[in-house]
């Protein structure tokens, strides 16, 4: 069974936007710890914090977040 990893560009999303950790945490009320862990891989987000980082930057969930399942697809 192969490793599956939640990739995600939160960074990039938020360096075109100049804007902090704690400006999305606030816009989408969670802490900046929580935006920051889940940059760095270390948490996985719910569903309904996934959807409103997606909304907050006007894109779908896949264009923030990506499913690595080691299969190269």
Avoid at 42 to 55: D, E, N
């Amino acid at each position: 069974m192969a490793v599956q990893e939640l990739n995600n560009k939160i960074k990039v999303y938020r360096a075109m936007r100049n804007i902090s950790q704690e400006e999305l945490a606030i816009a989408i009320e969670v802490t900046r710890k929580t935006i920051n862990t889940i940059e760095t891989g270390k948490f996985v987000p719910s569903t309904i914090i996934a959807l409103k980082i997606a909304r907050y930057f006007k894109v779908s969930v896949e264009d923030i977040f990506e499913l690595n399942d080691g299969r190269g697809e």
